[in-house]
């Protein structure tokens, strides 16, 4: 097994290595740009605008771009020099050896355009309320989705399944800018107002989540600060579990159905085993192969995917983050999220293959 | 997309403004009336003088009570810091809460001395010399207030001056968002004693007025090398906090994606009382969508909700008195491109003109919240005059072509030297413009006028003229128009018009893209250029107005409105549509006990 995880992660790398060509390429070549902010300003002229793009680099083919941002070319020269680092090695060994401290290579994810902010250190603080987030959807989704799927099964064409069914539809078929808005209408300000609208803590109340202020209150008044963040968490959680839950539930209650319409399950119940190890022992276990996979696949769009949930609900994550990078043409920001995307595609994509392996015995690598 | 509106010298720049909400029922709110002072439009006259400094605002200010906190929610988030690389309306607004320069902007649109004592220099005052003593086009002196001291203590100087414009003007430094027009004028600055300011340009630059909106911290900005600030060092999150700041407030946190805290600067001194603050800390919470900004609004999470537009007002209407909607300084408008076979013709741009239904346009498609416009000139700035309204009337429109020459073909549309009248109709993909253009292509049919409507993305028609092609469809600075929608922010300044409307200034040296070249609005703007006598310039820009009309520059359509949620509990809140911002006077804000 630790051969065949070593084996992927090597084969990871030209994946992810191809991914970000490709991705800079299209980033690069679409319409507008980092100077759009600037658009028709009449005091910020083409000279200004010219001098603005040298100052970011964008002034540079897109594979010269590009290779300076992976760390294979080195800013301060020109022509072939570009690939030899300050000390005269080249540029792409490590920065004790080549001198080189600019790229992907060296550590260095680059400075926001839009910000000024380093993107490694903009993406790690956007990077824990992400997790929150999607952390509690993933328990929530999966424990829901298997509980509704597994019942459903297990009760074919009673109420229960119907009423999974329709739900399963609609929920699936529901957008996720329409449910969060919707959702806000019906228990924030002008609904219920019993939940709030936006944002991961109450400003009247509490210093905002992640900021040196913070900890020292939530260590000072933990119930308080956990009960407002938990608070904030619904409406987020709920708007972007429901479209997984509605669609794996379906997903297991079909792999249920086909378990427990096999051989084994029929000897099993044969054999005069209880109903609860029947199902929970031998179908479950047996119908969870195809939604490990499945899920497995899901998790990374759970953490990018609420592109739409974070922007609706105000949350300072990394899909709202990816949404103002978006709007401002920050090239290095969004590269810096793409890759981290890629990457947990990559991760989720092996985890799920080891999880196989753990749950059909059968399986070896 | 985010409404950029451009917080850095904008009140002397024009820019676009492409995305908008769209309008519709017409709501019960109030609308702040017109500034009191600009209700009336006089008739200009050369021996007028004109007074730029009498704002009304001293007498409606309130006195307040210390204390407490006001919560601002906004759906765009500031995350520039220094003033002058800033592009956001809300950026703006952080910033006339904590930096200032010689005058700011009143809600009356009246300059008013902010760290510069009074008198303003004028030429009539003997503060403004041309030409200037020693060979300079223009000498400038500003005398700046007594006892001025940055959020740290150390006094504000004419030094500070001059690092602001040694910072603006170094050689590496780029993204000034208002670019280096006038501080490239500027030849030197002396400092006869630490508060006179004495600065030298090589030019007669009209805009000296708000030239120097922020000053700058020397202790600071000469920490940092400039090209390192250029690259995101200093003026940082982690920063702001221990930078020296001269406005009423002083940053105190700022976290990313949540808000932004601003806490009192207890050593600022309101130029009108002598005193801090009345309010603790001002909070500036950021929101992903104005919609969850109304919602929070309504659930009592913040105190103001910013920046919404007149296409929000129906989902507030029942707000009543909590809804101020001002008219905005953004205007709607119609570009003929002089240069295009049909629109090079005065008469077929006489006929769009008259072809244009404003009235319906508003009816139908902004539900009567508009406010039509009939110049390029807002009503509420101390050069307007009443301008001659140009009715919707067809018959006229055709005659005025058939006088011209332009027949009607076998189908219908006319035709004049082999030149069929067939305009191309260019916008954004905003609906609101797409139907405004469906509407006058129809009555532009009505005329025998063929057009078709084109709507392309922001990046096609607002691209700059390096970053687009003879082939980018609608492009403007590559004139691939016959006529174009889109808006314009109104300039407070003359000078403003001139990159746009001399003939000398097509892109990329310009902005003219309209390709207008007519001698009298020529020799107008250069005259404009060439002057800092307010009472001339007002002169002028009567005449610029009459021509802008009557040439038919531009068809103006209506004026959007800014529209902010305004809890009653706030005193002197007054929102301001200039550039400076709606925190403009947050020094005065209170809570009502």
């Given at each position: 097994m630790s051969k065949y995880i070593i084996r992927r992660l090597i084969q990871a790398i030209p994946v992810l290595f191809g991914i970000t060509i490709v991705v800079y390429a299209i980033l690069l070549a679409a319409p507008g740009g980092p100077t759009a902010r600037f658009a028709n300003n009449p005091k910020f002229t083409e000279a200004d605008r010219e001098k603005f793009k040298k100052a970011w680099g964008l002034d540079q083919p897109i594979p010269v771009q590009y290779c300076r941002w992976m760390g294979i070319c080195n800013p301060e020269n020109e022509g072939l020099a570009v690939f030899i680092g300050s000390t005269g090695w080249p540029a792409f060994l490590p920065t004790s050896i080549s001198g080189t401290t600019n790229g992907l290579l060296h550590g260095d994810l680059g400075v926001s355009i839009d910000t000024g902010e380093a993107v490694a250190s903009r993406i790690a603080r956007a990077a824990l309320p992400t997790f929150i987030l999607a952390g509690n959807a993933l328990v929530i989704w999966i424990l829901v989705a298997l509980l509704i799927g597994v019942y459903a099964a297990i009760h074919r064409y009673s109420l229960f399944d119907q009423a999974a069914t329709v739900f399963a539809y609609v929920g699936y078929a529901m957008p996720t800018f329409w449910l969060g808005i919707m959702l806000i209408f019906l228990f924030s300000g002008p609904g219920l107002n019993i939940l709030p609208a936006g944002g991961m803590t109450e400003t009247r109340l509490s210093p905002p989540f992640g900021s040196d202020t913070y900890w020292p209150y939530f260590a000072a008044n933990p119930a308080t600060a956990i009960v407002d963040i938990v608070k904030h968490l619904i409406l987020p959680v709920f708007t972007l579990v429901v479209v997984n839950i509605a669609g794996d539930s379906r997903f297991i209650r079909s792999s249920m159905l086909e378990a427990l319409g096999q051989d084994y399950v029929r000897t099993a119940k044969a054999k005069g085993l209880p109903v609860r190890v029947v199902i929970f022992k031998h179908a479950l276990r047996n119908a969870l192969l195809p939604v490990v996979t499945n899920i497995g696949l899901e998790i990374p769009f759970l953490f990018t995917g609420a592109i739409v949930t974070e922007t609706i609900f105000s949350w300072p994550g990394i899909g709202r983050m990816t949404i103002e990078a978006t709007r401002s043409f920050d090239y290095p920001t969004l590269m810096g999220l793409l890759l981290i995307t890629s990457a947990l595609v990559v991760l989720a994509n092996l985890i799920a293959d080891i999880t196989y392996a753990i749950v059909d015995p059968r399986i070896k690598y | 997309m985010r409404k950029r509106l451009f917080g850095l010298l904008a009140s002397t720049a024009i820019v676009f403004a492409a995305c908008q909400g769209a309008a519709s029922p017409s709501p019960s709110v109030s609308e702040s009336a017109p500034p009191p002072s600009e209700s009336a439009a006089p008739s200009p006259s050369a021996a007028e003088v004109v007074d730029l400094f009498t704002s009304t605002y001293p007498t409606r200010r309130v006195q307040g009570v210390k204390g407490g906190t006001v919560i601002i929610g906004d759906w765009q988030e500031a995350n520039l810091w220094n003033p002058y690389y800033q592009g956001q309306v809300i950026e703006a607004n952080v910033t006339s809460a904590v930096f200032r320069g010689f005058i700011t902007t009143t809600d009356d649109f009246r300059y008013a001395t902010d760290l510069a004592a009074d008198p303003a220099p004028t030429v009539a005052n003997g503060g403004v010399k041309v030409p200037g003593d020693g060979g300079d086009a223009m000498t400038v002196t500003w005398t700046m207030r007594d006892g001025q001291v940055w959020s740290d203590g150390k006094p504000i100087t004419c030094d500070d001056v001059v690092a602001t414009w040694k910072w603006v003007m170094d050689k590496d430094n780029t993204g000034l968002y208002g670019g280096t027009t006038g501080w490239e004028d500027i030849t030197a600055i002396d400092c006869p004693s630490p508060t006179s300011v004495v600065v030298h340009f090589k030019n007669v630059y009209f805009d000296y007025l708000p030239l120097f909106s922020w000053v700058l911290p020397k202790h600071y900005i000469e920490t940092i090398p400039v090209k390192d600030q250029v690259a995101g060092k200093g003026w940082s999150n982690a920063d702001m906090p221990k930078v020296p700041v001269s406005g009423p407030f002083k940053y105190g946190s700022i976290t990313p994606g949540q808000e932004l805290r601003l806490v009192r600067n207890d050593l600022y001194k309101n130029p009108i009382t002598g005193e801090p603050a009345y309010l603790d800390s001002v909070v500036f919470k950021w929101y992903g969508d104005a919609d969850a900004m109304i919602a929070g609004y309504r659930a009592g999470e913040i105190d103001q909700a910013g920046d919404l537009t007149d296409g929000d007002l129906p989902k507030v209407k029942d707000l009543g008195d909590q809804v101020k909607a001002q008219p905005a300084l953004l205007y709607e408008f119609l570009r003929p491109n002089w240069g295009s076979p049909t629109m090079k013709d005065p008469a077929m741009r006489q006929a769009?003109?008259?072809?244009?239904?404003?009235?319906?346009?508003?009816?139908?498609?902004?539900?009567?919240?508009?406010?039509?416009?009939?110049?390029?000139?807002?009503?509420?700035?101390?050069?307007?005059?009443?301008?001659?309204?140009?009715?919707?009337?067809?018959?006229?429109?055709?005659?005025?072509?058939?006088?011209?020459?332009?027949?009607?073909?076998?189908?219908?549309?006319?035709?004049?030297?082999?030149?069929?009248?067939?305009?191309?109709?260019?916008?954004?993909?905003?609906?609101?413009?797409?139907?405004?253009?469906?509407?006058?292509?129809?009555?532009?049919?009505?005329?025998?006028?063929?057009?078709?409507?084109?709507?392309?993305?922001?990046?096609?028609?607002?691209?700059?003229?390096?970053?687009?092609?003879?082939?980018?469809?609608?492009?403007?600075?590559?004139?691939?128009?016959?006529?174009?929608?889109?808006?314009?922010?109104?300039?407070?300044?003359?000078?403003?018009?001139?990159?746009?409307?001399?003939?000398?200034?097509?892109?990329?040296?310009?902005?003219?893209?309209?390709?207008?070249?007519?001698?009298?609005?020529?020799?107008?703007?250069?005259?404009?250029?060439?002057?800092?006598?307010?009472?001339?310039?007002?002169?002028l820009m009567a005449e610029f107005q009459k021509l802008y009309v009557e040439k038919v520059v531009e068809v103006p359509l209506y004026f959007r409105k800014d529209v902010n949620l305004v809890s009653t509990k706030i005193g002197n809140w007054t929102g301001n549509p200039t550039s400076t911002g709606y925190t403009w006077n947050v020094g005065d804000w209170f809570i009502k006990p």
């Open positions: - | 769009l003109a008259l072809a244009v239904n404003k009235d319906e346009i508003n009816t139908r498609i902004l539900a009567g919240n508009a406010e039509i416009a009939w110049t390029n000139v807002s009503p509420f700035a101390w050069y307007y005059v009443e301008p001659t309204k140009t009715a919707f009337d067809l018959e006229k429109a055709k005659s005025i072509l058939d006088a011209a020459g332009w027949k009607p073909g076998a189908d219908g549309v006319r035709e004049k030297d082999g030149v069929r009248a067939d305009v191309k109709l260019c916008t954004t993909t905003r609906q609101q413009r797409q139907d405004t253009l469906a509407l006058i292509s129809g009555w532009l049919k009505e005329i025998g006028v063929a057009s078709t409507v084109n709507a392309v993305s922001p990046a096609d028609i607002f691209g700059s003229y390096n970053e687009s092609t003879d082939q980018t469809p609608c492009n403007l600075s590559r004139h691939n128009f016959g006529v174009a929608e889109h808006a314009f922010s109104v300039p407070l300044s003359p000078q403003s018009n001139y990159p746009v409307y001399h003939s000398g200034q097509e892109a990329p040296k310009g902005q003219n893209d309209a390709q207008i070249n007519d001698p009298d609005i020529d020799r107008v703007l250069d005259e404009l250029k060439g002057t800092v006598d307010f009472a001339k310039a007002k002169e």
